[in-house]
């Protein structure tokens, strides 16, 4: 599970060029948007983001002075690999609006990389989640179908 995120992680990471290092063609299978909630909770992702649009808690207390939006027509996730990097491998590409506060002085994010315990299931998940709430570049999922293996008959004359 662990060697599956690092692969992922890896292909996002050198997808930013055409060609065969290219994220075209990158999808996850469809997940749970439901769950995907359940996964944003467990983490506690509500601690220091806030979801765009959504009405804001009048108890909402965050770990940070302001939340970190998620959504909306960000200037950072604009498709669909950049969501999913975003969320495994958080100091990528940071933004650069965003305050000192939620970087390392060497420029890391603060972000807690839950890599390590986040399942591709609860990736899949999350990512269900979060994909509808961000103005992001439409992709075609991969058809997960069954192959069947053909033999080709033999000829003995």
Do not use: W
């Amino acid at each position: 599970m662990k060697t599956t995120i690092i692969v992922l992680a890896t292909l996002l990471l050198f997808a930013c060029d055409q060609g065969p290092k290219s994220p075209r063609g990158f999808s996850l299978p469809e997940g749970n948007m439901e769950q995907g909630y359940q996964v944003f909770k467990k983490y506690q992702c509500q601690d220091c983001h806030r979801i765009a649009g959504d009405k804001e808690p009048e108890d909402a207390q965050y770990l940070v002075a302001k939340p970190i939006p998620l959504g909306g027509s960000s200037g950072r996730i604009k498709t669909y690999a950049e969501l999913v990097t975003s969320i495994i491998n958080p100091s990528h590409k940071l933004t650069p609006r965003q305050p000192a506060s939620f970087t390392s002085e060497d420029g890391v994010s603060l972000m807690r990389v839950v890599n390590d315990e986040l399942t591709v299931s609860e990736l899949i998940d999350l990512v269900a989640y979060l994909q509808p709430k961000y103005k992001v570049t439409p992709y075609r999922t991969s058809d997960y179908r069954l192959y069947q293996l053909r033999i080709p008959e033999k000829s003995y004359e």
